[in-house]
């Protein structure tokens, strides 16, 4: 069992999932065969081991709930806490549907009948996205359930109308969550901030559109090397890697939105001896978002531990240095 991790990323790679067994009784106590249950179950989109993970990229699972007249699309990466969630009404929707799916690359995909049930938005799948498909029962999408799961995972930050209009949204999260509680069978305390985003909030640009532009590979050799990403990326942390590919997965409209993002930009760019030392500080800064993770999953050791007390020991001094900026964006 010890080196199970590299068997497992095989079979998870070849799109298999996996199901961990642990004794659960004291083997000396035991009468006849000891006891054992399945303790988890790993899946392309429930990874959290860090050697199976891209440092710099999300590992997103997505469920799509395909309702009357619209669709209700959520992404989560239990690996960071991060929860996000859309919906459309209109004839439009299953392109929006490959479009979202385009712009996240989940690892799982999730689709209750009616979107398993549609054609172009399958094919697109297996065509295009290297992703696990999960065929899910209707009764997983049932909207009473869900809306239960949703108010107790998100019970201090849901926003109120989501249950009022946005329907489809509570159908796609709490199916997500009832999936993602069934294979992990632990805490899932780190996803307590569900996002809501909307169409137009984003400059929406279609699969092709994003590899025309080459905005993370290049089309000739599919690397990131030669890649907008790549031009831009010189981050010192995982999670700021993680951050700035979101944010050209995601170009702002708003242009207020803009200038506070360029006013942050512009004061650090002014200011050579703070952006160094800022640098110099982030890069002891290790993937805190993926450490807690592990911690609130329980399989973080000690080396995990000892990397939480290193991130945590430079917090204040970059808390200090970030005070005595003049950019809104930067203090907050």
Known sequence: FHSCESYIAKLVKNGHKVFICEQTEDPKKAKGLVRREIIRTITPGTVIEASMLQEDCNNYIASVYFGVGGVGICFADITTGEILATDMSGDEMTIYTMNEIGRFTPKEVLLNPAAADDGALVDFLHEHMDSGLERMTEEQYDYAACEQLVRRQFAASAEPTIFTDHSMIVCAVG?????????????????????????????????????????????????????????????????????????????????????RRQGAVEELVGDYMKREELGELLSHVLDMERLITRIVFGTAGGKDLRAVCATASVLPDIRRLLEGCQSEELKR
């Open 175 to 259: 199916a997500l969550l009832r999936y993602l509680m069934d294979t992990q069978q632990s805490d899932l305390s780190n996803l307590d901030t569900l996002q809501l985003y909307y169409q137009g909030q984003y400059l929406e640009l279609d699969l092709n559109a994003r590899r025309n532009l080459e905005l993370f590979e290049t089309m000739r050799t599919k690397e990131k090397r030669g890649s907008l990403l790549w031009v831009l990326d010189k981050t010192r942390t995982s999670p700021g890697a993680r951050l700035l590919r979101q944010w050209v997965e995601h170009p702002l409209l708003s242009p207020a939105h803009i200038a």
